[in-house]
């Protein structure tokens, strides 16, 4: 059964730091999503990562897969306020049921 | 505007009665899929549907039916025997099974 793991759950960074977040999962799959949440809010999709080594960049995250570690990070550059919300990685489950497995969300928060 | 709408935003139901949540997409995406959101536990899967007239179980369909009579809707209904139904509930549509989900604003359910 596969399970995913978000590392730390929770983050108050200050405005201007840098800082990695964790994404790991149990079982093979080479399809991975992170999505953002504001409070009371939906999902909205943030990246796409469909296979091993794939790096994609907006504006201040970056995001990385390592299919053979069963990892990927998100990495926040010179964090600002903006980016307080909860972050949730999404691994697609492989060989029978496709379907998606969120992590708990780590839940930002930026101070001034 | 292409997208996918959930309603109403906030429902509240009654010990004992059951009650149906909206979902319609326009984006004609085959998959469609339900997810139950409650505070620290990240997203769970209820049902989700590839195509349509048919269905599959999540991992918590247990005291919750859907139908996928048309490709633009797939509404929930959470029945009495669902012991907890207070939560956040999300719908969720991608182009096929393999591919990127996007989401509906939310359902919050109150059980009063």
């Known amino acids: 059964e596969l399970k995913v793991e978000q590392n730390p759950l929770f983050l108050s960074m200050q405005e201007g730091k840098n800082y990695t977040i964790y994404c790991n999962y149990s079982t093979t799959s080479d399809r991975l999503y992170w999505y953002r949440q504001d409070p009371g809010k939906s999902l909205e999709s943030l990246f796409v990562?469909?296979?091993?080594?794939a790096v994609k960049q907006e504006g201040r995250l970056m995001a990385s897969l390592d299919t053979k570690a069963r990892l990927s990070t998100l990495h926040i550059t010179a964090a600002v306020h903006d980016l307080s919300a909860t972050y949730f990685c999404?691994?697609?489950?492989?060989?029978?049921?496709?379907?998606?497995?969120f992590g708990k969300g780590m839940k930002l928060t930026v101070n001034p | 505007d292409g997208g996918i709408t959930q309603s109403p935003k906030y429902l509240f139901r009654k010990e004992g009665q059951n009650v149906t949540l909206s979902c319609e997409q326009n984006l004609n995406h085959d998959a469609m899929y339900w997810y139950r959101q409650d505070p620290g536990q990240g997203l769970r899967l209820i049902y989700y549907s590839q195509i349509v007239n048919d269905f599959q179980k999540g991992d918590i369909a247990e005291g919750y039916s859907v139908s996928r009579e048309k490709k633009e809707s797939f509404p929930l209904t959470v029945t009495s025997a669902q012991k907890n139904p207070t939560a956040f509930y999300l719908c969720?549509?991608?182009?096929?099974?393999?591919?990127?989900?996007?989401f509906g604003q939310g359902t919050r359910l109150t059980v009063v």
């Open positions: 999404a691994v697609e489950s492989q060989g029978g049921s496709e379907k998606l497995v």
């Open positions: 990562l469909l296979s091993n080594g």
């Open positions: 969720a549509s991608s182009r096929t099974a393999n591919t990127e989900a996007f």
